[in-house]
């Protein structure tokens, strides 16, 4: 099992502003998977990354692999009140499980 | 289609007792997960299920804890004599294909209040 760190653990901007959250190990991941969860809800799949240096763009949310695969941010770019939720990071080996990230709160005031 | 469905959606028990909680799965997914998550924390893995192999349960943290997949389908996990420590969500996730956990879809989760 893979121990990831995510960071800052709450982040609390106004909306327009950009954020970054960080997810880290000193392992190597074959894969990353960024999910952003709701209250009362279950965690949504936003992005897999597999490749080192690979980025990815979702609408306004940019996610880069490190090039050692040991890293991975998620940039949002003009935040909306609409991001609001706790973005989880989860690393996948050459096994099946998936290792979760304690995860980072997001919230946007309008 | 539908999604990864849970019952109940909240459970509030007393010490003690027992507790069944279900998932069904998106159909044609093989893989299904049950994760645990207690409040400001990541997920938990607890058992992993991928067609008729034996499952993984290296992550049940007791043997009050156990799960069963029906048919390949259809999951439960039983929490037997209920501790305060198990409050937690309950959450199921399934997946088409079990090669590197990709694409897991969750469901809503099973909030577990132990009283």
């Known amino acids: 099992t893979q121990l990831l760190e995510q960071s800052p653990q709450f982040l609390s901007i106004q909306e327009g502003e950009n954020l970054t959250v960080y997810c880290n190990s000193s392992?190597?991941?074959?894969?990353l998977q960024w999910y952003r969860q709701e209250p009362g809800e279950g965690p949504v799949l936003l992005v897999t990354?597999?490749?080192?240096?690979e980025v990815k763009k979702l609408k306004r949310l940019t996610f880069q692999f490190g090039d050692a695969r040991k890293d991975s941010s998620l940039h949002i770019t003009a935040a909306q009140p609409g991001d609001t939720g706790l973005y989880l990071c989860a690393a996948g080996s050459n096994d099946y499980k998936l290792s979760f990230g304690a995860g980072t709160t997001v919230t946007v005031r309008a | 289609g539908a999604g990864v469905s849970q019952s109940p959606s909240n459970k509030v028990t007393e010490k003690g007792k027992d507790v069944e909680l279900r998932c069904d799965p998106i159909?044609?997914?093989?893989?299904l997960y049950w994760y645990r998550q207690s409040l400001g924390q990541g997920l938990e893995f607890l058992i992993y299920?991928?067609?008729?192999?034996?499952?993984?349960k290296s992550g049940l943290p007791s043997d009050r804890f156990s799960a069963e997949r029906t048919g390949g389908s259809v999951s439960t996990l039983t929490i037997q004599r209920t501790q305060q420590e198990d409050s937690a969500v309950y959450l199921c996730?399934?997946?088409?294909?079990?090669?590197?956990?990709?694409?897991?879809?969750f469901g809503p989760g099973t909030r577990l209040t132990v009283t």
């Open positions: 299920f991928q067609g008729n192999s034996a499952p993984d």
């Open positions: 392992s190597v991941f074959s894969s």
């Open positions: 996730a399934s997946s088409i294909t079990s090669v590197g956990a990709y694409e897991q879809y």
């Open positions: 159909s044609g997914h093989t893989a």
């Open positions: 990354v597999v490749t080192g240096g």
